[in-house]
């Protein structure tokens, strides 16, 4: 009879398999080069396009790296749609689950791997998007206007990532079809959640319950919004309906990205590993 180490160790090898082959897969579908493209051009932009139009930079490198940012919520939410909207409904939908599902490894170990793998490829495009712009910002300011607050957004948006995908993956494990769970998972954060909190600013409710908002901090730690981070905090302005303008607290706000992330995960998990594989 195998130990519980045994066994924690046998799940821990199949599950660096499924990684390894699931970024393989991810690299051969050209779905990691296709992201890993975007992130390298979409921060070049900010930085070369200036130049050209006889525009001067911002004032601060934190002023700089909040414009070239701006795009970041947009990259990690197309990243975990392109990675994970397929990664649980394809085995039952393509049916090849009847071919991996029997094979000396748990169910379980499977569907971790292929988590773990959208969340590398995501924080893989989040990375060289960060990368990029602080080059840009070494070579426009120096090394040293490069502070802490800049580290700070590249943790926050690993974490919002983490939320994103597992979000998706929740839904690929309740829909049958890849297409749809990609679909309502990227609507869901790039439409559904922003005009919910949209609504719920028009009635003064502070939306500090939607990770969406709670990505706004990507940005607000580089000082790209004049809320500050008290929790319900009113801002000067409002959103283009009228009502009031909410900024995310800093430790509510991951509290939220880290809640979604976790329980999203579980939940598709078990609903993964009770899906059944329809005649």
């Known amino acids: 009879m195998s130990t519980f180490k045994e066994d924690v160790s046998t799940d821990m090898r199949h599950i660096s398999l499924n990684v390894a082959f699931e970024l393989k897969k991810h690299w051969k579908k050209k779905r990691l080069p296709i992201v890993m493209l975007l992130a390298l051009v979409l921060p070049l932009i ?40 397929d ?13 991996l ?49 800049f580290v700070k957004s590249f943790l926050l948006a690993l974490i919002y990532s983490a939320s994103a995908v597992s979000i998706i993956y929740f839904f690929s494990a309740l829909m049958k079809r890849s297409i749809t769970s990609t679909l309502v998972g990227f609507f869901s954060l790039m439409m559904i959640m922003p005009i919910i909190t949209t609504v719920l600013s028009v009635g003064n409710v502070d939306p500090w319950f939607l990770v969406t908002h ?60 009770r899906k059944k594989m329809e005649g």
Do not use: H
Request: overall charge negative; charged content about 10%.
């Open 46 to 85: 900010f930085y070369a396009v200036p130049p050209m139009l006889d525009v001067e930079y911002a004032d601060t490198a934190n002023g700089f790296a909040s414009t070239n940012l701006g795009f970041i919520s947009l990259l990690i939410v197309i990243s975990a749609a392109m990675f994970t909207g």
């Open 87 to 99: 990664i649980v409904c394809s085995e039952f939908e393509n049916r090849t689950g009847l071919l």
């Open 101 to 149: 599902f029997p094979t000396p490894q748990r169910q379980n170990s499977i569907f971790v791997g292929k988590y773990i793998a959208a969340l590398l490829s995501t924080w893989m495009a989040v990375a060289i998007y960060y990368l990029i712009t602080m080059l840009g910002m070494a070579q426009i300011y120096g090394m040293g206007d490069i502070d802490i607050e």
């Open 214 to 273: 709670s990505a706004d901090l990507i940005g607000d730690v580089l000082g790209s919004s004049s809320g500050g981070f008290g929790p319900g905090q009113v801002g000067d302005g409002g959103p283009a309906f009228g009502g009031a303008s909410f900024s995310p607290d800093f430790y509510v706000g991951i509290a939220v990205m880290m809640a979604y992330a976790i329980g999203f995960f579980v939940a598709g998990l078990v609903i993964a590993n």
